[in-house]
């Protein structure tokens, strides 16, 4: 059964009520036995167990026979498609602590992926973050073990990356571009599983939130936040979905439901042993007028396409960044006998014009893997012009505007990624701990004056400067960790530098979500939806295919 949310505010009970008995409906009771082949045992079930029993009492050597099925099961379920899992026993109650709760330790989610620790993306603020581990990167030591292998399983991971808050862990890094291994001392946090990052006023009337996952209590994160906005001036809202990984279904499109008319369709799901069943928004919602802008880029998935593709296929808003993932297939767990449990593939969603945003995966689970790869290295990333979608993939947004299917949600305006920002250089002072070391030594001199200085957030973020003596010791700091640069080619960077040193000292110092107040303005997504809200023009051209 998807999770859903459960604890409501009373002015939104009656509403998500409404939504959420269809939701727990549907994955429960309205899969039904259609389409269902019969098969013969004796080519399917009793063959598989006959080959056990012989294993087990004729085989030359011992054999852990349950682990065989562990491993028989994984590479059926690899054979399927590229997100139906399997989850053993003593991992179940682990699988969903991101979405639910808080643990102490590295702060990253990953994937096992050709036997590697792939790191999905570091949670924000947590202390891989800090230290400069990036989406991406691969684990290929911890505390100088192995830590690539058959034998390495989630449990191995969350083993050796867990621990107490303060304890040490180092991590062998393996980077894509840079030949050597890059090792990262970290220390272990308590990791807070907040799924809002942020949420504030660009300026008079425009607010802004960023989501990073849908969990279980994003939406009253989301209605909070909305209220709170609200009384603060807000007509307008920027919708930060960028590297917002999905979640909950249901939370999903009890989000989508704030911000749609009544009985507009979120979105359907269908397959072949599912009838179609359609998500349709019920009464009104929290932020069904002012005009809409939604960030995102290849990091969004799932859940954040739910959203992006219900808004723009209803011309509610516009789309600003780069392609989506592409991710479009609905999961259902089933347990085992044993108590493990299998998240099954069972139907795809669809966007309400008819969209199915899911990426190819005829060519076998490890090519799907590389698409991410393959969209960098066509120029995609950096321009729109590389991206092509077939005819037969067209659909119609509600005002006509054409859109494609069969592969991620397309944004309506193409922001390219700053390779000029994030360059070798930089990546190089975050990766050697040049940023993170000067803002922990900065804080650990000055925090009493700053706090005295700077009553509040605000008094901070209008005061602080980092200034030309502060950036010379950073400087001085990048030589010692031998982090080799010319003027020239630090010169380009500098501002952007500043900035960072002054939010990272910022969410140190106040709220991890004032990190994200600092930097916007210089965060070119966040300043073209600036620039297409307050342009009235603009923006009705854009959603009303102009």
Same mark, same amino acid.
């Given at each position: 059964?998807?999770?859903?949310?459960?604890?409501?505010?009373?002015?939104?009970?009656?509403?998500?009520?409404?939504?959420?008995?269809?939701?727990?409906?549907?994955?429960?009771?309205?899969?039904?036995?259609?389409?269902?082949?019969?098969?013969?045992?004796?080519?399917?079930?009793? %063959?598989?167990?006959?080959?056990?029993?012989?294993?087990? $009492?004729?085989?030359?050597?011992?054999?852990?026979?349950?682990?065989?099925?562990?491993?028989?099961?994984?590479?059926?379920?690899?054979?399927?498609?590229? /997100?139906?899992?399997?989850?053993?026993?003593?991992?179940?109650?682990?699988?969903?602590?991101?979405?639910?709760?808080?643990?102490?330790?590295? #702060?990253?989610?990953?994937?096992?992926?050709?036997?590697?620790?792939?790191?999905?993306?570091?949670?924000?603020?947590?202390?891989?973050?800090?230290?400069?581990?990036?989406?991406?990167?691969?684990?290929?030591?911890?505390?100088?073990?192995?830590?690539? !292998?058959?034998?390495?399983?989630?449990?191995?991971?969350?083993?050796?990356?867990? !621990?107490?808050?303060?304890?040490?862990?180092?991590?062998?890094?393996?980077?894509?571009?840079?030949?050597?291994?890059?090792?990262?001392?970290?220390?272990?946090?308590?990791?807070?599983?907040?799924?809002?990052?942020?949420?504030?006023?660009?300026?008079?009337?425009?607010?802004?939130?960023?989501?990073?996952?849908?969990? %279980?209590?994003?939406?009253?994160?989301?209605?909070?936040?909305?209220?709170?906005?609200?009384?603060?001036?807000?007509?307008?809202?920027?919708?930060?979905?960028?590297?917002?990984?999905?979640?909950?279904? !249901?939370?999903?499109?009890?989000?989508?439901?704030?911000?749609?008319?009544?009985?507009?369709?979120?979105?359907?799901?269908?397959?072949? /042993?599912?009838?179609?069943?359609?998500?349709?928004?019920?009464?009104?919602?929290?932020?069904?007028?002012?005009?809409?802008?939604?960030?995102?880029?290849?990091?969004?998935?799932?859940?954040?396409?739910?959203?992006?593709?219900?808004?723009?296929?209803?011309?509610?808003?516009?789309?600003?960044?780069?392609?989506?993932?592409?991710?479009?297939?609905?999961?259902?767990?089933?347990?085992?006998?044993? =108590?493990?449990?299998?998240?099954?593939?069972?139907?795809?969603?669809?966007?309400?014009?008819?969209?199915?945003?899911?990426?190819?995966?005829?060519?076998?689970?490890?090519?799907?893997?590389?698409?991410?790869?393959?969209?960098?290295? /066509? =120029?995609?990333?950096?321009?729109?012009?590389?991206?092509?979608?077939?005819?037969?993939?067209?659909?119609?947004?509600?005002?006509?505007?054409?859109?494609?299917?069969?592969?991620?949600?397309?944004?309506?305006?193409?922001?390219?990624?700053?390779?000029?920002?994030?360059?070798?250089?930089?990546?190089?002072?975050?990766?050697? !701990? @040049?940023?993170?070391?000067? @803002?922990?030594?900065?804080?650990?001199?000055?925090?009493?004056?700053?706090?005295?200085?700077?009553?509040?957030? $605000?008094?901070?973020?209008? #005061?602080?400067?980092?200034?030309?003596?502060?950036?010379?010791?950073?400087?001085?700091?990048? %030589?010692?960790?031998?982090?080799?640069?010319?003027?020239?080619?630090?010169?380009?960077?500098?501002?952007?530098?500043?900035?960072?040193?002054?939010?990272?000292?910022?969410?140190?110092?106040?709220?991890?979500?004032?990190?994200?107040?600092?930097?916007?303005?210089?965060?070119?997504?966040?300043?073209?939806?600036?620039?297409?809200? /307050?342009?009235?023009?603009?923006? $009705?051209?854009?959603?009303?295919?102009?």
């Amino acid at each position: 059964m998807y999770k859903l949310i459960l604890t409501i505010t009373s002015t939104k009970m009656n509403k998500i009520l409404a939504l959420f008995a269809l939701l727990i409906i549907l994955p429960v009771f309205t899969f039904g036995q259609n389409n269902i082949s019969t098969i013969d045992p004796n080519e399917t079930v009793k %063959k598989y167990s006959t080959l056990l029993y012989l294993i087990n $009492n004729f085989y030359v050597d011992t054999l852990d026979v349950p682990e065989l099925t562990e491993k028989a099961i994984v590479l059926t379920l690899k054979e399927l498609d590229p /997100h139906s899992a399997y989850i053993p026993k003593k991992e179940v109650t682990k699988s969903n602590e991101t979405l639910e709760g808080s643990f102490e330790g590295v #702060g990253l989610t990953f994937q096992l992926f050709k036997d590697t620790i792939l790191v999905v993306s570091p949670i924000p603020g947590g202390p891989s973050d800090k230290v400069g581990i990036m989406a991406g990167d691969k684990i290929v030591t911890v505390d100088g073990e192995d830590a690539f !292998g058959k034998d390495k399983t989630n449990t191995w991971v969350m083993d050796h990356l867990r !621990g107490k808050k303060g304890t040490k862990v180092v991590v062998g890094i393996y980077r894509r571009g840079i030949d050597e291994i890059i090792d990262y001392e970290i220390i272990r946090d308590k990791i807070p599983i907040n799924s809002m990052d942020a949420a504030f006023m660009l300026d008079n009337t425009t607010g802004y939130i960023k989501l990073n996952r849908f969990a %279980k209590q994003s939406l009253v994160e989301f209605s909070e936040a909305i209220h709170m906005l609200k009384q603060s001036g807000m007509k307008d809202l920027v919708f930060d979905l960028r590297s917002n990984s999905g979640g909950y279904l !249901g939370t999903a499109m009890s989000i989508v439901d704030e911000l749609l008319e009544k009985d507009k369709l979120i979105v359907y799901t269908d397959g072949i /042993h599912q009838d179609r069943q359609d998500l349709i928004a019920t009464s009104k919602g929290e932020f069904e007028e002012g005009k809409l802008v939604v960030l995102i880029n290849e990091g969004s998935a799932s859940a954040s396409e739910i959203v992006s593709g219900a808004v723009q296929d209803w011309d509610r808003g516009v789309l600003i960044g780069r392609r989506s993932f592409g991710k479009g297939l609905v999961q259902r767990p089933f347990q085992l006998p044993d =108590g493990s449990v299998v998240r099954l593939t069972v139907a795809r969603y669809y966007t309400p014009s008819g969209r199915c945003i899911q990426m190819p995966y005829e060519d076998g689970v490890d090519e799907y893997y590389k698409d991410f790869v393959r969209r960098m290295e /066509h =120029g995609e990333s950096y321009n729109s012009d590389s991206i092509q979608f077939p005819d037969s993939l067209m659909f119609k947004t509600n005002s006509g505007r054409t859109v494609y299917g069969g592969g991620g949600v397309m944004s309506d305006i193409f922001i390219p990624l700053d390779s000029t920002r994030y360059n070798k250089l930089y990546s190089s002072l975050i990766r050697k !701990g @040049v940023i993170n070391g000067f @803002v922990n030594d900065y804080l650990d001199k000055n925090r009493k004056k700053l706090s005295s200085e700077f009553s509040n957030f $605000n008094a901070y973020n209008k #005061g602080f400067i980092v200034d030309e003596n502060d950036f010379l010791k950073f400087v001085d700091l990048a %030589k010692e960790k031998e982090v080799e640069f010319t003027d020239e080619e630090i010169s380009p960077n500098v501002e952007f530098i500043k900035v960072q040193l002054k939010a990272l000292i910022g969410r140190n110092l106040f709220d991890v979500g004032d990190y994200f107040e600092v930097i916007y303005p210089f965060d070119p997504e966040i300043m073209k939806a600036l620039e297409v809200i /307050h342009d009235d023009s603009l923006y $009705n051209n854009i959603i009303s295919n102009n």
